[in-house]
T-cell receptor, first 116, second 114 residues
Framework: AQKVTQAQTEISVVEKEDVTLDCVYE???????LFWYKQPPSGELVFLIR??????QNEISGRYSWNFQKSTSSFNFTITASQVVDSAVYFC?????????????FGTGTRLLVSP | DSGVTQTPKHLITATGQRVTLRCSPR?????VYWYQQSLDQGLQFLIQ???????AKGNILERFSAQQFPDLHSELNLSSLELGDSALYFC?????????????FGAGTRLSVL
């Protein structure tokens, strides 16, 4: 069965600090997709990134970077030089090809608080 | 703005009542999904429709039902409401229905059952 674990419930940092949000997943499928979403205080869910199981290259987008390691079943998210606007709940999610349909299984989320 | 529109934004009702939540997907998207976000259950997948047909079911109660219309908008009907149904209900849409698709979420409908 698919499962996503975000062990960090809440992280507090001061602006300009780097912060890493952890995501560990479980799946029996060999083809799967990992996602990160951001939920700011306004409540909507904003898509950040998708990674498929065959692409282990790390990705960088501005201050955001993602580290995908199949060996440890992890897909961690790092924010460099954090800003107050980064304050949000961040969700990691997983979908499996074997199901044939798109069912996202979400982790419980990590609340990031960035103070000035 | 994701392009997914959900109405209403807020809904306050009483136990035992029935409500309908509406979702308009992004232009060109054929698949619609419904999720429930509550404090105790987190984000839970409810149901998926693809081009008017039900594609997958998750943890959806029998008191809940959904449909996708020919114009691709979708409605989620919640009946015999209980206090525990109070939650944020999200609609999402994607181009296709497979697991590789990126789901874009609406702003949600916050349901309060009193």
């Amino acid at each position: 069965a698919q499962k996503v674990t975000q062990a960090q419930t809440e992280i507090s940092v001061v602006e300009k600090e780097d912060v890493t949000l952890d995501c560990v997943y479980e799946t029996r499928d060999t083809t799967y997709y990992l996602f990160w979403y951001k939920q700011p205080p306004s409540g909507e869910l904003v898509f950040l990134i998708r990674r498929n199981s065959f692409d282990e290259q790390n990705e960088i987008s501005g201050r955001y970077s993602w580290n995908f390691q199949k060996s440890t079943s992890s897909f961690n998210f790092t924010i460099t030089a954090s800003q107050v606007v980064d304050s949000a709940v961040y969700f990691c999610a997983l979908s499996e090809k074997g199901t044939g349909f798109q069912k996202l299984v979400f982790g419980t989320g990590t609340r990031l608080l960035v103070s000035p | 703005d994701s392009g997914v529109t959900q109405t209403p934004k807020h809904l306050i009702t009483a136990t035992g009542q029935r409500v309908t939540l509406r979702c308009s997907p992004r232009s060109g998207d054929l698949s619609v999904y419904w999720y429930q976000q509550s404090l105790d259950q987190g984000l839970q997948f409810l149901i998926q429709y693809y081009n008017g047909e039900e594609r997958a079911k998750g943890n959806i109660l029998e008191r809940f039902s959904a449909q996708q219309f020919p114009d691709l908008h979708s409605e989620l009907n919640l009946s015999s409401l209980e206090l525990g149904d109070s939650a944020l209900y999200f609609c999402a849409s994607s181009v296709g229905g497979g697991p590789e698709n990126i789901q874009y979420f609406g702003a949600g409908t916050r349901l309060s059952v009193l």
